[in-house]
């Protein structure tokens, strides 16, 4: 009995594993211009729900996503942590 449950512990742990890595291997598009982006991401790009926009207003909610922020930072011009805000 615990030859078995140990074996089912190390599958799991092993499949965790090998998902994370998986996970982990996920690219993120990187946009050339603000157009190619907000034809993605009305909105923009977001690091984080805590970023203010420095600007006015804006038309749209901005996409949260750190990594495809970090991916296109270059393209936040006012470096307000929100890229391509519309």
Do not use: Q, W
């Amino acid at each position: 009995m615990k030859k078995l449950l140990s074996v089912i512990l190390s599958l799991g742990l092993l499949f965790s594993i090998s998902y994370a890595a998986e996970a982990s291997n996920t690219t993120v598009k990187k946009y050339s211009n603000c157009k190619e982006l907000n034809a993605d991401y009305k909105g923009g790009v977001a690091e984080s729900s805590s970023a203010k926009n420095k600007g006015g207003k804006t038309k749209y909610k901005p996409h949260v996503s750190k990594e495809l922020y970090n991916a296109n930072k270059g393209l936040d011009r006012d470096k307000d942590k929100i890229a391509c805000e519309r």
